[in-house]
């Protein structure tokens, strides 16, 4: 696969923010806004690959939900999105190197058909073994050096992807000081005063521990000061809840919560991938669920029996 081109912006503190540019800039170099075109993006979480492609967990195989929707896309070109979004917790328990091979032997089908994807961690993965397998892949920012951050300027948004994983296979994760300070910068020196800016981390946001145990994010309020701030920040996406679910703040910030492709915690909650089609003034979500175990278990193969959920309509603020 080719690799995207990289920019360079300058940040505040005289180090640099390395783009990802993702897919083509508008013909007329005017804004993509006015342009009528539409990103669709596929929005995947929670994976929990193993190194054995046979693995059950509940009588569901992680590795056969992705390569059915993989091989979907492969068979299928009109239901192929243009990128792919993966909000964490791609390994099965604690990020083994086994995982991430497995992982990298389904993704590869990406590469094949030129499907750019960025991954994310998540409290079940490992900074350290994920870098060996995939490391390369998106350019490590001198500001934050270690942690697998991304910024990927799309045609018709800029995606901030967040590492928040604190320890590995402990629920909480956290954003920590050093990222917090890195995304203030970065906001202030994404120079478009119109793109629209959208934010993925693993966890979910969490302002109290319930019965003093924190599942989301300890650090909820420091990101979404920085978030509910900037009018140009219009969603922040994530996974861990295993849950799909839409909400919206005072501000006007989305929250989207992402269904796990792999296995859900209770029964009424789907398992799925959500597609994404984003627009100028703002995102339409789809969910696709899955209906069984494994690749044949595609989405929706039966409308009589299966029927599809309706897309959600996010304007932005
Ligand atoms: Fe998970
Ligand atoms: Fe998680």
Redesign the pocket.
């Known amino acids: 696969m080719r690799r995207p081109p990289i920019k360079t912006l300058p940040l505040a503190n005289g180090r640099s923010l390395l783009v990802e540019v993702w897919g083509d800039p508008p013909r007329d170099g005017g804004s993509h806004a006015v342009t009528g075109r539409v990103d669709h993006v596929a929005l995947l979480s929670?994976l929990?690959v193993a190194g054995n492609s046979q693995i059950e967990i509940s009588g569901i195989n992680p590795s056969g939900h992705l390569e059915g929707v993989l091989q979907q896309w492969l068979l299928l070109p009109p239901m192929r999105p243009d990128y792919v979004l993966i909000a964490g917790?791609s390994a099965m328990i604690a990020g083994w190197e086994q995982d991430y091979r497995q992982l990298a032997s389904l993704l590869a089908l990406l590469d094949d058909i030129d499907l750019p994807w960025h991954s994310i961690l998540?409290n079940?993965d490992c900074r350290e073994n994920f870098g060996t397998l995939f490391g390369g892949r998106s350019p490590a920012q001198p500001d934050l050096p270690g942690q697998q951050v991304g910024v990927i300027d799309t045609p018709m948004a800029t995606w901030l992807m967040l590492d928040t994983l604190d320890q590995v296979n402990e629920v909480p994760g956290q954003l920590g000081e050093d990222q917090g300070r890195w995304l203030g910068e970065v906001l202030a020196a994404l120079p478009d005063p119109d793109k629209p800016i959208l934010v993925m981390g693993h966890h979910n946001l969490q302002f109290d521990p319930d019965d003093e145990k924190w599942f989301g994010l300890k650090d909820s309020d420091v990101l979404v000061k920085l978030l509910d701030a900037d009018p140009r920040v219009k969603a922040y996406v994530h996974?861990?809840s295993?849950r799909w679910q839409v909400g919206q703040r005072e501000s006007g910030l989305w929250q989207v919560s992402l269904p796990?492709l792999s296995f859900a915690f209770s029964e009424e909650q789907p398992i799925g991938w959500v597609q994404a089609r984003i627009g100028g003034h703002g995102m339409d979500l789809q969910l696709h669920p899955l209906r069984d175990n494994g690749a044949a278990g595609i989405v929706n193969p039966d409308p009589a029996t299966t029927a599809t959920p309706p897309a959600l309509s996010l304007r932005w603020r």
């Open positions: 929670d929990h917790d998540g079940h996974g861990h295993h796990a």
